[in-house]
């Protein structure tokens, strides 16, 4: 990343706020004191890679430092074989997460998941698509790229993602933190490899073994120049 500071330093109409609102107009009802907040500093953060833009906004709130980074082109995890809608989720989820909104990340989390399976072929609500993919992958039934993946931990994503879409207690809502939703996201990462990238990169690979091969018959002697790429 290329960082640039647009904002690092405080300003005096913070304090003059403070100073005048300390007292009412005529001096006789005080008011409360206002919160020892810092000025936001703002940076701007372009990507070398992928040429994606980026503003993070560093402020402290009645809980202390938070730090919430804004995409311009858009950001998540999805790859760039993963389904419209799939990826409409997880973009959801990505702007959430950046924002610190944790329960609603979840959420989107795990209308991404839903609707994974169901791009798969799974019917039915969640629960029924997430028990048929577990006895698939038991009985050797399951697709190839689903015995690659670690149902269990999806099946905690859901059971977490449920309590907030139906909470009953508060502190179960404010247990999130951003580790757990940092492991979520590679979580994902992980799925979205072996759901669409590998399958796709083996195709495409497939073909290009076809053209090889067809060469070979209408061309024996002609060495080809045909190459192969290593999945990343």
């Known amino acids: 990343m290329k960082l640039d500071i647009l904002h690092f330093e405080k300003t005096v109409g913070q304090e003059l706020c403070r100073e005048l609102t300390s007292n009412d107009s005529i001096g006789i009802t005080p008011r409360k004191k206002l919160p020892e907040y810092s000025d936001p500093s703002l940076v701007r953060l372009d990507c070398v890679n992928c040429t994606n833009l980026f503003y993070a906004l560093l402020y402290k709130n009645q809980d202390g430092p938070e730090l919430v980074i804004f995409s311009v082109r858009g950001g998540g995890v999805s790859t760039p074989n993963t389904p419209v809608l799939v990826r409409y989720y997880l973009e959801q989820a990505y702007r959430a997460q950046a924002a610190s909104a944790?329960?609603?990340?979840l959420t989107m989390y795990r209308g991404a998941l839903e609707q994974l399976l169901a791009d798969k072929g799974f019917k039915g609500k969640l629960q029924t698509k997430m028990t048929e993919l577990t006895k698939k992958i038991e009985n050797g039934s399951s697709p190839i790229w689903a015995k690659r993946l670690n149902v269990a931990a999806f099946m905690v994503?859901?059971?977490?993602a449920d309590s907030h879409a139906h909470p009953s207690e508060l502190a179960?809502?404010?247990?999130?933190?951003?580790?757990?939703?940092?492991?979520?996201?590679?979580?994902?990462?992980?799925?979205?490899?072996?759901?669409y990238e590998e399958e796709h990169w083996q195709a495409t690979q497939k073909e290009k073994l076809k053209v090889v091969l067809l060469k070979a018959k209408t061309e024996p002697y002609h060495s080809s120049n045909q190459t192969f790429e290593p999945i990343s």
């Not at 944790?102 to 990340?105: D, E, F, K, M, V």
């Not at 994503?157 to 977490?160: A, E, F, S």
């Not at 994902?188 to 072996?194: E, G, I, R, W």
């Open 102 to 105: 944790y329960s609603a990340a």
């Open 157 to 160: 994503i859901k059971k977490i």
């Open 172 to 195: 179960k809502l404010q247990a999130l933190d951003a580790a757990f939703m940092s492991n979520v996201q590679k979580a994902f990462c992980s799925l979205l490899k072996v759901a």
